[in-house]
């Protein structure tokens, strides 16, 4: 979490960035595109005659779209294949859900200090395995993007820099990180992308949730 200062230079990064065209563009194919798994699943449930949940696909959908559109990486939990993925995303959740309950807690930051309490020390795992699961995932990009300024020429980085900057939130403040090294750290990235993800995924799923049990709850509109 930032104040002051550094919130204002997020803001100001992160609004320039949004009010692009290329990232409009880039999120609208990756939400087209991980909705039609969706519906692809979710019809394949639906002929099988399965019972389903889905405010748990919902939240794949979401989280998958949004972390390609933060991270530009395919996270793909809807198909359940990766285990470090669904790991990763097991412990997204139970980290948010434990940050919750801090907020019914009013011994948390006592428990916190002392390294006490069950939910304190689960609370340090789960952040302990998303801080590794994203900082190599921001290793990984920078060493992609480093790589392709050593072996392309002046005319052709420059089509490759218009191209990655569409490839995701993460990408481009890369791209801005070249001139800013002392501000935009790892753990700068880090916070900064982790903040649109979490903004992004849970306020979509469940209100699409909603809706579906609202029409269900209402034939006559549906």
């Known amino acids: 979490m930032v104040d002051g200062d550094k919130w204002r ?6 609004s320039f960035e949004f009010s692009t065209r290329n990232l409009h563009d880039f999120s609208y194919v990756v939400f087209r595109s991980n909705g039609v798994k ?11 005659d399965e019972t389903m949940n889905l405010q748990d696909l919902l939240l794949k959908c979401t989280l998958d779209s949004i972390f390609k559109v933060g991270f530009g990486f395919d996270l793909d ?4 294949l990766d285990e470090a993925n669904n790991q990763f995303m097991k412990a997204f959740d139970e980290s948010n859900s434990l940050t919750f309950w801090r907020f019914v807690d009013l011994l948390w930051k006592v428990k916190r200090y002392f390294s006490v309490g069950p939910e304190e020390a689960e609370l340090k795992k789960t952040i302990r395995m998303v801080d590794e699961f994203v900082y190599e995932l921001i290793r990984n990009k920078r060493e992609l993007m480093k790589d392709t300024n050593l072996h392309v020429g002046k005319f052709i980085l420059l089509r490759l820099k218009s191209d990655r900057d ?6 481009r403040f890369l791209v801005e990180s070249e001139n800013d090294l ?6 700068y ?6 903040k649109f993800v979490i903004a992004g995924k849970d306020i979509s799923a469940n209100t699409l949730t909603w809706f579906f049990y609202m029409l269900c ?5 549906k």
């Not at 990235?189 to 982790?194: A, E, P, Y």
């Not at 709850?217 to 509109?221: S, T, V, W, Y």
């Open 217 to 221: 709850k209402h034939p006559l509109i």
């Open 189 to 194: 990235l880090r916070d900064i992308t982790l």
């Open 9 to 14: 230079h997020q803001r100001k990064l992160a």
């Open 182 to 187: 002392e501000n935009i750290t790892d753990k």
């Open 38 to 48: 969706l519906a692809k699943k979710i019809s394949l449930l639906a002929a099988a």
């Open 166 to 171: 569409k490839q995701g939130i993460l990408s």
């Open 77 to 80: 939990t809807l198909s359940g």
